[in-house]
Nanobody, 123 residues
Framework: QVQLVESGGGSVQTGGSLRLSCEVS?????VGWFRQALDKERLGVAV???????RYADSVKDRFTISRDKTKDIVYLEMNSLKPEDTAMYYC????????????????????WGQGTLVTVSS
């Protein structure tokens, strides 16, 4: 069974940076980050498919980078040039099966979720 523990959220001003971490235990086909703003749906942000393929939401391309430290089994989300619209609860998610292969950024493909970490970007 996959277990995920996030850390690294916080408050920054517009243009600032944060790094989120997700400790992963168990096998995953895909692992990545979703976010949910207040009264909005949870959407995919960045996902690792296997160990090398990355998928990003258009809204974060060229600003966010997902990576994985295989030795520590930690998945990172480096967030740069943050905007107020990036404010949300960020969740680490994983799929130990193959549903994510056809739609890596689709929420229904993921069965394992962390508890979430809050990111607030002020203008």
């Amino acid at each position: 069974q996959v277990q995920l523990v996030e850390s690294g959220g916080g408050s920054v001003q517009t243009g600032g940076s944060l790094r989120l971490s997700c400790e992963v235990s168990g096998y995953t086909t895909c692992v990545g980050w979703f976010r949910q703003a207040l009264d909005k749906e949870r959407l995919g942000v960045a996902v690792l498919v296997g160990h090398a393929t990355r998928r990003y939401a258009d809204s974060v391309k060229d600003r966010f980078t997902i990576s994985r430290d295989k030795t520590k089994d930690i998945v990172y989300l480096e967030m740069n040039s943050l905007k107020p619209e990036d404010t949300a609860m960020y969740y680490c998610a994983a799929d130990p099966g193959d549903q994510c292969l056809s739609s890596p950024l689709a929420r229904p493909a993921y069965s394992a979720w962390g508890q979430g970490t809050l990111v607030t970007v002020s203008s």
